[in-house]
């Protein structure tokens, strides 16, 4: 008898214990989410930052389960209509450079509940087949949005083709743009690897970097080898400055995004005008791949693809100290114009 009064007892503690975590555990994801749900200011109003307007609740439901839906294309246009969802030309485009961290920059800044990443580098601008297409392809290309929400693009090739920036300017000479670097004899590193790589895939034969980066007749660094030329930042910038001014630049440091994610974030936060929303909760540190990944809430986290964050190979370190010889007065002139200095060699 006494024992199944024990017994009894044992059952009814183990489900008030439930009951109990359960509800600790709605609370916290119910906390986690309303968190993100709060007003933005429009990025036209950089300087003052009016009252935020409400949004509404239904865009704290709905951001990511019906955007996917949306995607996917299995939204019907009522469902398009009634969520007054709408396809949005990018007001900011990360413009580059390859290599220096586009992909993370995006996927982290879309962890802001007012931004909204078109998935695919669009080549729209750098790509003449493209551009003939037209705006309206553009538009049709990017996600749909709440029309609060900024839609962010990255197409990295952007950055160093030289039609680029009339173009863009033809669309928005207002338009925010985000340039992410690091420094630039490890980004040319990485620039070769990624080469190599798809080398690799077709079972093909590549040169060593070192062959490649410096000119065997003079011994000089070869200026015309592709992943060289991207990293001399200053002289592609110098051709952007002829459209746009230097204020509707940021400078990300893709060195920092990469061992210290948030501050480079909250900077680009601040340059957007949009209320700081992105934390240390939606970014934590993963050992296997050595990477900051992302979480979105209790139960979704991501890292990137395994494609990002590849082990370079060794280079000849009198090869490394040609280059950052060889790159040095040009970063000086890009921390002059730029206004934001790096600890490059
Ligand atoms: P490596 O592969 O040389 O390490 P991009 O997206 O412009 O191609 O840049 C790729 C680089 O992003 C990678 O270069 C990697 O170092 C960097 N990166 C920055 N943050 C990262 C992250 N959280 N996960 C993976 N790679 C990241």
Redesign the pocket.
Known sequence: MLFKQQALLRQKLFVLGSLAIGSVLYLVARVGTLDRLQPICPIENRLTPPEPEQIPLRTLQFKRGLLHELRKGNATKEQIRLHNLVQQLPRAIIIG?????????L??LNLHPAVVKASQEIHFFDNDQNYARGIDWYRGKMPFSFPHQITIEKS?AYFITEEVPERIFKMNSSIKLLI?V?EPT??A??DY??VLEGKERKNKTYHKFEKLAIDTNTCEVNTKYKAVRTSIYTKHLERWLKYFPVKQFHIVD?DR??TD?LPELQLVERFLNLPSRISQYNLYFNAT?G????RFNIVFNK??AG????I?PEVDPSVVTKLQKFFHPFNQKFYQITGRTFNWP
């Not at 450079?97 to 920059?105: F, S």
């Not at 990477?291 to 992302?294: K, V």
């Not at 494609?307 to 590849?310: A, E, L, M, Q």
């Open positions: 450079v390859r290599k220096g961290g586009t992909r993370a920059l996927e982290m990295p992410i690091r490890t980004r590193v990485s690897t990624q893709g995004l990469i994610p791949r990477f900051y990944c992302l890292c990137l494609s990002k964050g590849r370079h």
